[in-house]
């Protein structure tokens, strides 16, 4: 059987490293929502310098073209034939992607893609909705989470890999404020579905993490 994954959870959970690794042990398509949500804030970026209103996001979503690709393990992103996958993740996105997935228009327009990818299965799909909004029902449906502290961490740890100068207790206090933001928001807000499984990843390793999850799987 064909399962359809649904794997949500706050910023920093670990959601999209479990998921690409999970969807790589099952042989699935891994869809990083999330990812979706940062290509349109790096075009509204990218045309509309420092001036982010609902008006800005709503052109660059217009017309925009995703591409989501997942080779060995490793997920690229392409926005109107241009690859992505590293700007997405810049600090100035990060900072303006709430307020684009809080849009309805926006949220309308990737839902809809997000259920056409995952409509024939074999899929595991991450984001902050997934399992209450987008695929309510999915075969699996887990919901991830870590401390503040723990994730705050991870996010900083990456970002000084690649190089962006970043202090730990600013993170600290974007995250929670984009835990805020994700939770309170009129539509489709980060919460927990009914049935699904509360994993707290706080000192589980990436392995371990990916191992409950798979033995959840099966």
Known sequence: MKKIIAIDGPAGAGKSTVAKRLAKKLGYTYIDTG?????????????????????????????????????????????DGIDVTEDIRRPEVTGIVSRVAALGAVREQMVT??????ADGAVVMDGRDIATNVLPNADVKIFLTASVEERARRRYEEMQAK????????????????????????????????????????????????????????
Do not use: F
């Open 35 to 79: 990812a979706m949500y940062r290509a349109v804030a790096w075009k509204t970026l990218c045309q509309h310098q420092g001036d982010v209103t609902e008006a800005s996001i709503l052109e660059a979503a217009k017309d925009i073209d995703i591409w989501l690709s997942c080779i060995d393990g490793k997920a690229r992103v392409a926005v």
């Open 113 to 118: 893609l997000q259920r056409a990818m995952a």
């Open 163 to 218: 190089g962006y100068p970043i202090d730990l207790n600013t993170l600290q206090h974007e995250i929670s404020a984009r835990d805020k933001q994700d939770s309170e928001r009129i539509i489709a807000p980060l919460r927990q579905a009914e049935d699904a499984v509360l994993i707290d990843t706080t000192g589980m390793s990436i392995d371990e993490v990916t191992a409950r999850l798979l033995a959840l799987c099966k």
